[in-house]
Structure formats: structure tokens, C-alpha cells
């Protein structure tokens, strides 16, 4: 007779358990602890890292380059996201712990393995458990971000979601260890020895033994820490994610194997070499993936274009020797500088440290001590400079072929900001911290004797209040990573002073007030025509680097309109500028402008507004001659008044709204890509405010 | 309906099973009759299939049950265990009714029976022994195995309250259900099964009903205990 209708235990909802797990994790005083401990501690690495990055802005203000040198995932997210690494790596293993832990100490695991699911069902909503209590831990950190936005900060969506995996794989990788070493013992405290022998023995394999010879480096690559590095370099290293997903499904596939109390232990052993033998095997072939997308602004981890495309089509491999030893800083240069981009560059690239058992101090009187040596196909030379200016040429000689021309493309522009941090610290030390406590009280809170059964809520209410938190947090973070916005903000402008926001280029522009409030006016009155604003050489220097001088050549051959640019947009493709205007006076124009498509040689797209002409036009301008390629009539402008003019650009589609009211549509011949700002035209006495742009992806 | 074969059980070099055998019949209530150590816990978990044994076989209907798959059929309260502390008990039971698909109605019956309405809202850390076994029984009978293994499930119970859980037993095992009970007190195990598995010392003593077991011990018209007595 075959067993009785059991269709039940094969159609088990899930929700139940994983509901259950959640109350399981918040429940506890572990991850509320840890929410609080982390509050201050993410908080003040946060009001450090923007206070640093504050001053090294004020004094990049008079210094393009130092300015260029200004990246908020160097400043800001790495310093920020550390101070939450250090809490996951001490703290969250006593969170992770709990969703089986708690189990085994109260008989309840007797219980939970007769429920009709798969183990390995059980471990995988307790790992998604996990994930769920790393997600409430990042409240702190992703509130940080916030923060950063709404300071005005710049955020590269692609930095910052990289970064953000790493720390989730490792606080994922955390998790299934805990969940192993929960599965493996009989009770928490001792789960929790073995976690930390894990995570703070790795963090000191890695600051111990990193950068020593032989061995000891193979072994320091073993180390935990070293997930996060490579996402803190804005590298997307596909063979590294593979690998951290291997090792998480490996010691959540041992939790199984480890939890159910009716196996033989040798049965669970034989199972267990089973589990770690087929995760090498699938992490070696693995760990051999090279594949890795640099989705820093600044391609930091990568040659400029046109070397990297000439070094993808050198065919042969290229094997490098180095003398120098690990710990040299030389051969951290030459592996931060060369090695590594030539990696991700070449197909075929073998690196072999010749001096791998030489230490620095003991390299003394050896006279190729420095050298690398390069051989590609049958030539080889030898070089000692670390510098991919001297050795990118040398590669190029070694294959037979010529440097290849530069491609031009924008300078990465830095993106300095100074802000008083203050209210952080009062976010973080104060407002946050009562909300966790709040949070915290209602998870305590027994639920109301007025609900009736089975109307009880899913979650209680505190995880609830939390969840709701954290939804907010990333929803609005959302716009702010997915759609990069630039806002200009005047209340912090002086009044009478050119605005600092904004690059004045012809014409003259400065901060007035209207009404108590700071606006940026346009004075044509007193402005001579072809007459660029002060200062011109360092402000187009500023906007376009080292190849300033033909933009520069360009607005003193040209400076008959006047107009600003927005340093912070780079290269402006698709998305919405809008800003509003008021035209004082001007008896030939009361002319006002959005400038989209600006190149490095002056040239420019504009839609305008004029009061006096009530018609909104689309110009362009080649060379410093303006032509007309769309006009549209009967706009009502009125002067003495406020008006919303808006651009809307998708590609090579150009829509001009004003007041709200879409006017004009017009198809370019070629998408739109360059720096935007405000424009206006002779003797116009123009107010401008409210200018901002989103980018839409 | 339910065959256990020569179950053996070491632990390390002591034994705790020696060759247990018995069967289950559909609908009954047999008791598991032991003093402490006689290895009742350690049968029930093996039965449940949550502890390995050293040999033996259990069948169902004839078929063979091995170990991964006893929980489609059977399942175990254990003694001794306080589930689920920091929820209330109300929390505890949406849980299983959620997995087992319980209605409303089936839940509300299931509190009623066994009387936890008064503590529904209260954490599980603080009920009483009383309540915190109720509650396991709750669990057991949300489940929709056929056969239900309890461990002590009068432990905490004063006289009233194991003649009511008696009664609910009773009422459970004529639904259809098969319950096997591991109870050390003997006038409890009397009063509420229908058979008897003896066991002293990891060994089966005797199997049957009182009246089979009076004529195997020679005592006409003994009670459990002095069966049990003349038996071990």
C-alpha cells in the first residue's frame, strides 16, 4: 500500500516559514544592538570622510587638477562603507547566528526538520533571513548616501552599486558561515567563537600577511577581506562574483548537509567532503575568469581608450618578469599602474614574479633587482620604470606596431564639494538612533487582544515600521542613483559675486537677490559684445582641462552671446533641463536660454525664450555663427515675470516647453552630447533660478 | 499499519535499544511504558527518524519507511521543548497553520480544544509548563500526519487538567488518528491507551493490551504498574 496522500508536504507555502525566520531574527537583541552600534560608528566615519573630503575641496577650488583628483567613492563611500564592514565582520555573525541557533538551544530544530520542507529549503530562507537583517544592518550606511545626495554630492550609480554588492556578498558570506557554524555546533556561543575565528581570523590574514613573498600571498588571497577590495576599486570582477556565489551556496549546502539531526556522522562527512570537493571544483575554473568591467568614472583600473583598444589586438602572449619584491613599493605601482590594466587589456598576459622569495630588505646587491623584463613573441626588453607612459611604448615596440592616436574623450572632472556635516552627526547620534530604539519597542510590543486569530499581522509592527524605513531609504535613493540629478543651489552664493555653481564664460553674470531670495542675473546692460567674462583662461581650463585653448580660442574669437556652463554635467545626452527665468529689461533682446550640446570648440545648441518677441527658438551655433533651426511663434512671455523653460532630450530629439506647455519639436541630425548651461542674448537684464537637469539613463 | 523491526541503538559502547519490535495498529492510542532511562525518548526519536540507529526497519502498511521519508507519515512532540520563545503563541500556531494549510475555523477548534485562548497573545517564554505543553499538542494536531508521537504529554498537567487532555486524545484517536505515547505514569498510561509497549532497560517486555498483559504476567486482576512490575 503506498504511503498515505501527502500532497501537502510536497506543496508547502514558504511564506510561512520565512515569516517566521524574520520574526526569529528581530525578535532578538542582536540585530537591534547591532543597528545601534553601527549608528555612530557609519555616522561618524561618514561626518570624517565628507569633513576631509570638504577641505581637500576647498583647496582644490583655484586647481582643476586637484579638483580632478576629487572622487566620492575615494572619499566618501570606501571610508564610509568600511566603518559598516568592521560591524558586519564583528557584529552580524550574532544576528546570522540566531536564525538556527536559537532553534538548536530550544529543542525547536526537532521541530523545524519535520516541517514538510527540503533542508535545503530550511537553510535558504534562513539565508534569505539573513539577507533581509543585512538589509535593516545597511539602514545606517544607506542613509549615509542619502545624506551625501541631498548635500548636493555626486553619486556614480555604477560605483555606488558596485561597492554595494561587495559589502551585500560578504555580508551574505558571512551569513552562510554563521548558518554552518550553527548548523555545526550545539549552541550559539560557541557557533559565534567559530564565525569570528572565521571572519577576524581572515581580516588578520589579510593586514598580517598581504603583500608578503611566495606562499604567504596565495594564502592572504583567501582572506575575506579581499572580496570587498575589489569592489571598493571599482572593479566589477565577474570571476569574483562567481566566486563569492560558489562559496556561499558551499557552506549553506554544509548547513544542510550539517542539520538534520538523523544523519550518521559519517554520513554527513562523506557528504561534506562531497560538498567542498565540487565547490573547488567549480571555483577553480572559476577563480581562472579574468573578466572584469571598470565602472569607475575616472577608469582608474584601465589604460585610455585607444591603448586599451590597440593592446586587445596584440594576439601573442605577453610574459612580463619582475624583479621586485612583493612588498616593494615599486612593484605596488607597477601592479596598480601596468600589471593589473594590462591584464584586463591583453588576452594573453603571464606575469611572473622573478624575486618572489626576495624580501625588500634583502634584495641589496642585486644588480637586476628592479628590472622587468618584457618579452612579446620572439623580442624581449627590459625596462625600471613603473609608468605606463614608458612601458605602453615599449610593449607597442616589442609587437611591431605604432602607439596608437589618442581618442578624445572628456577628463574626468573630480566632483569637489565643501558642506558643513553637522546635521550627520545629528542624524546619526541622535534621530536614527531613537527611531532603532522605537523600532526596537514595538518589535517588543505583544500584539493587541482586539485582533482576532489568524488576522494577526505577517510581521510584528516594529519590523514592520523598520522595513517601511528602509523601503523609504532606498526608494529615495532610487532617483539618486538611477537618475543622476544636477540642481543648482544658490543659498549659498554671495550676493554681487559671480556664482560659484556656475562657469560664466560671456557676459555678466552674478548672484542678485529677489524678494530676500539669492538669484543668478544676466546684465546686458553694461556688457560690450564680444567681451568674455573675467578670468576666461582658467574658467575654460576648468570646464575642459588640458584641451582648454581651442574652446578658449574659440569664445574670445566668438563672445557675442553671453552664456554660463554648468561644470558639474560632463557630457549631457538624454534627460530634462529645466530653469525659470524673469526678463527685467533689454531694449534690443530679453533674451533667456537653456545651452545644451557645448563642444570643446565652442559650439552649441540653444532653445530660448525672449520677452520682447514672444517665440521660442532652437539655434545653433558653429564656429560663432548662429543659424535658426526651429521656430515657433505666439509664445506668450511676459516681462516681469516668472516663466518655466523646459528641454526635454532623447538622442537626437530635441522638446522645448515653456510654462509647461510643449511648443517645440525638432530632430537633430546627430545625438546630442557636451556640457549644458544658461544663455541669453545683447542687452537683456535676465533673473534665472531653479536650474537643474536629470539624467535619464 | 505501523511496523517497528529490531531496532538497535548505541551509544558509543552502551546500548540503549536492544532489538525493539512491536507494531501500531490504526486509530489506537499505545503507550510507551517505561521508568526513566528506558530509552522511550530515544525510541520516539528513532521511530521519527531524527536519531540514526545502529539497525532495524519500520514498515507502513507493509511498505518499507525509511528514515527521510517518516516525516510525510509521522511526527514527533518532543519533551522538554520551549519553541519559538520570543513569539507569542498565537504567532506559533499562524506558523503552522500557514504550513499546513490549516483554515481559520480548523485553528480556532484546534486553541478551543486544547484551551490555550486565555494565553493566545502571551510570549512562549512565559507560559506556564501547563500552556507550553499545550501548545506543542496544538502544533501536533495542526499537523496532518496520521501518526503522532508525544513525549510525556501529561508532563505539567495537574489530575483535571490530564483527564480533560485525556478526553481530547481520546476524541483525536476516534477522528482516525494513531497516537503513540511515551508516559512514565503508569495510571495516566491505564486510563488512556488502548495497548501497551513495556519497555525496560532498551528492551521490549511485553506488547498488548492490559488484559493480554495480566495473562502474560500472571496477575488476573493487577493494575498497570503491578503488571509492568512482574513483567521487568
Not at chain 1, 633587482?369 to 616589442?398: N, Q, V
Not at chain 1, 511676459?638 to 511648443?663: M, P, T
Not at chain 2, 504550513?99 to 484551551?115: K, N
Amino acid at each position: 500500500m503506498p504511503l498515505p496522500e501527502t500532497s501537502w508536504a510536497r506543496s508547502a507555502p514558504v511564506w510561512p516559514l520565512f515569516v517566521k525566520e524574520l520574526r526569529e531574527i528581530t525578535g532578538g537583541r542582536a540585530l537591534w544592538t547591532l543597528l545601534l552600534i553601527a549608528c555612530p560608528l557609519v555616522g561618524y566615519s561618514f561626518f570624517q570622510a565628507m569633513s576631509l573630503y570638504g577641505e581637500a575641496s576647498a583647496a582644490a577650488a583655484n586647481s582643476p587638477v586637484l579638483a580632478a583628483s576629487l572622487s566620492p567613492l575615494d572619499g566618501i563611500l570606501v571610508p564610509t562603507f568600511g566603518s559598516f564592514y568592521v560591524a558586519v565582520t564583528l557584529l552580524f555573525p550574532f544576528v546570522a547566528i540566531r536564525v538556527l541557533g536559537e532553534e538548536k538551544q530550544s529543542g525547536a530544530l526537532r521541530l523545524l526538520v519535520q516541517l514538510p520542507y527540503r533542508t535545503v529549503t530550511l537553510v535558504g530562507v534562513k539565508l534569505a533571513a539573513v539577507f533581509f537583517a543585512w538589509l535593516l544592518c545597511a539602514i545606517p550606511v544607506l542613509s549615509s548616501i542619502l545624506a551625501w545626495w541631498i548635500v548636493g554630492g555626486h553619486l556614480s550609480s555604477a560605483e555606488t552599486l558596485t561597492l554595494f554588492l561587495g559589502h551585500l556578498l560578504y555580508g551574505l558570506l558571512i551569513g552562510a558561515v554563521a548558518l554552518f557554524a550553527a548548523s555545526l555546533t550545539e549552541n550559539s556561543a560557541t557557533a559565534a567563537i567559530v564565525t569570528l575565528a572565521f571572519t577576524i581570523g581572515s581580516w588578520v590574514l589579510d593586514f598580517t600577511i598581504a603583500g608578503r613573498p611566495g606562499w604567504l600571498e596565495w594564502f592572504a588571497h583567501l582572506s575575506l577581506t579581499q572580496v570587498i577590495r575589489t569592489f571598493e576599486q571599482g572593479l566589477l570582477s565577474v570571476g569574483l562574483i562567481a566566486g563569492v556565489a560558489v562559496a556561499i551556496c558551499g557552506f549553506a549546502a554544509l548547513a544542510a548537509i550539517w542539520l538534520p539531526p538523523g544523519v550518521a556522522i559519517g554520513r554527513k562527512l562523506v557528504r561534506s567532503a562531497l560538498c567542498v570537493s565540487a565547490a573547488a571544483a567549480v571555483l577553480l575554473p572559476v577563480s581562472q575568469f579574468k573578466t572584469s568591467i571598470d565602472v569607475t568614472e575616472d577608469r582608474r583600473n584601465s589604460f585610455a581608450v585607444a591603448d586599451a583598444n590597440q593592446l586587445a589586438k596584440l594576439a601573442e602572449p605577453l610574459t612580463i618578469a619582475v624583479h621586485l619584491a612583493a612588498e616593494d613599493p615599486r612593484y605596488i605601482d607597477l601592479q596598480r599602474n601596468v600589471l593589473a590594466k594590462l591584464e584586463r587589456a591583453m588576452p594573453h598576459v603571464s606575469i611572473r614574479v622573478a624575486t618572489a622569495r626576495q624580501t625588500f630588505a634583502s634584495s641589496a646587491g642585486d644588480e637586476a633587482y628592479g628590472e622587468i623584463e618584457y618579452r612579446y613573441g620572439a623580442r624581449s626588453d627590459t625596462t625600471r620604470s613603473t609608468s605606463p607612459s614608458e612601458i605602453l611604448p615599449l610593449i607597442y615596440g616589442l609587437a611591431n606596431v605604432s602607439p596608437p592616436a589618442p581618442i578624445p574623450s572628456a577628463e574626468y572632472p573630480g566632483y569637489p564639494l565643501v558642506t558643513d556635516g553637522a546635521f550627520v552627526l545629528l542624524w546619526f547620534l541622535a534621530v536614527l538612533p531613537i527611531l532603532v530604539v522605537l523600532a526596537w519597542w514595538r518589535s517588543r510590543r505583544l500584539p493587541s487582544n482586539s485582533r482576532t486569530f489568524l488576522k494577526e499581522v505577517i510581521m510584528n509592527s516594529g519590523t514592520r515600521a523598520l522595513l517601511i524605513a528602509a523601503v523609504a531609504v532606498v526608494l529615495l535613493l532610487l532617483p539618486a542613483i538611477a537618475a543622476p540629478v544636477f540642481k543648482v543651489d544658490l543659498s549659498g552664493e554671495t550676493a554681487g559675486a559671480e556664482p560659484k555653481a556656475l562657469v560664466p564664460v560671456v557676459g555678466i553674470w552674478r548672484i542678485e537677490t529677489e524678494a530676500g531670495k539669492p538669484v543668478l542675473a544676466v546684465d546686458g546692460r553694461q556688457w560690450k559684445e564680444g567681451q568674455s567674462s573675467a578670468g576666461i583662461a582658467d574658467k575654460a581650463r576648468a570646464l575642459y582641462g588640458e584641451r582648454y585653448a581651442e574652446f578658449l580660442d574659440r569664445v574670445q574669437a566668438y563672445a557675442y552671446y553671453p552664456y554660463v556652463v554648468a561644470k558639474d554635467v560632463d557630457d549631457f545626452k538624454n534627460g530634462e533641463i529645466s530653469v525659470r527665468f524673469e526678463g527685467l529689461s533689454g531694449r534690443i533682446d530679453q533674451g533667456a536660454g537653456i545651452l545644451f550640446n557645448l563642444k570643446p570648440n565652442g559650439d552649441y545648441l540653444t532653445i530660448r525664450a525672449n520677452c520682447l518677441e514672444n517665440n521660442l527658438v532652437l539655434w545653433k551655433f558653429e564656429k560663432g555663427k548662429r543659424s535658426s533651426v526651429e521656430w515657433v511663434r505666439n509664445t506668450p512671455t511676459s516681462s516681469r515675470q516668472w516663466h518655466d523653460l523646459k528641454v526635454r532630450i532623447a538622442g537626437n530629439k530635441v522638446e522645448g516647453y515653456l510654462d509647461g506647455k510643449l511648443y517645440l519639436q525638432h530632430t537633430l541630425p546627430t545625438p546630442v552630447s557636451g556640457k549644458i548651461g544658461l544663455w541669453s542674448k545683447a542687452d537683456s537684464y535676465m533673473h534665472f533660478d531653479d536650474f537643474a537637469a536629470t539624467v535619464s539613463e | 499499519m505501523l511496523q517497528i523491526a529490531s531496532f538497535t541503538k548505541f551509544y558509543g559502547e552502551q546500548l540503549a535499544l536492544e532489538s525493539v519490535g512491536f507494531s501500531v495498529q490504526a486509530g489506537e492510542i499505545l503507550g510507551l511504558i517505561g521508568p526513566n532511562g528506558a530509552g522511550k525518548t530515544t525510541l520516539l526519536e528513532a521511530i521519527a527518524g531524527l536519531l540514526p540507529v545502529d539497525s532495524g526497519e519500520i514498515r507502513f502498511h507493509d511498505q518499507p519507511l525509511p528514515a527521510h521519508r517518516r516525516r510525510e507519515v509521522i511526527f514527533y512532540l518532543p519533551d522538554g521543548v520551549r519553541p519559538y520563545a520570543d513569539q507569542t503563541a498565537e504567532q506559533a500556531l499562524t506558523f503552522f497553520a500557514g504550513v499546513y494549510r490549516r483554515s481559520a475555523d480548523e485553528v480556532s477548534e484546534i486553541v478551543s480544544t486544547v484551551g490555550l485562548r486565555p494565553v493566545l497573545a502571551k510570549r512562549i517564554h512565559s507560559l506556564s509548563k501547563g500552556y507550553n505543553r499545550r501548545l506543542i499538542i496544538a502544533l501536533g494536531f495542526l499537523t496532518r500526519h496520521p501518526i503522532l508521537l508525544m513525549d510525556e504529554p501529561f508532563d505539567g498537567f495537574d489530575l483535571r487538567q490530564s483527564r480533560d487532555m485525556m478526553g481530547v486524545l481520546r476524541r483525536v484517536a476516534s477522528g482516525g488518528r494513531t497516537l503513540l505515547l511515551s508516559i512514565h505514569q503508569l495510571r495516566d498510561a491505564e486510563q488512556v491507551c488502548d495497548r501497551f509497549a513495556l519497555l525496560a532497560d532498551g528492551r521490549i517486555r511485553g506488547v498488548g493490551t492490559l488484559e493480554e498483559l495480566r495473562g502474560r504476567a500472571n496477575r488476573p486482576s493487577g493494575n498497570l504498574e503491578d503488571v509492568f512490575l512482574a513483567l521487568t
